[in-house]
């Protein structure tokens, strides 16, 4: 999947347009969750819950959005976290709507 567009309205939200003219939308707290790094995906197979900023009562923001290349991109979060890289395939995967994740 390819990516056409990304928009940021405020940093707790992250707007993905797709090349086939989708739109997704994602929360901060949600791609944190999702985090794809080695780090993070050891975390999600021993404790599947991460506590980004939760013990600080800080709400989580996106400080950073990088495309790498035509294939993924890379997001700061403000709990320091930045090391994951979300392939579009990923995320695409992940898009939250109810067309994308219908419910069982």
Not at 43 to 55: G, Q, V
Not at 58 to 75: C, D, F, H, K, S
Not at 92 to 104: H, I, L, T, V, Y
Request: charged share 20%.
């Amino acid at each position: 999947m390819e990516l056409k567009a990304i928009a940021q309205p405020d940093a707790k939200t992250l707007v993905v347009t797709w090349s086939d003219g989708h739109c997704s939308r994602y929360t901060a707290e949600a791609l944190r969750q999702l985090c794809p790094c080695a780090g993070c995906d050891e975390e999600h197979r021993r404790h599947p819950t991460l506590r980004p900023l939760a013990m600080s009562g800080q709400p989580l923001e996106l400080v950073n959005v990088a495309r790498i290349g035509r294939y993924a991109i890379n997001l700061t979060f403000s709990d320091g976290h930045g090391t994951g890289i979300y392939p579009f395939d990923f995320l695409r995967a992940q898009c939250p709507c109810a067309a994308c994740q219908p419910k069982a």
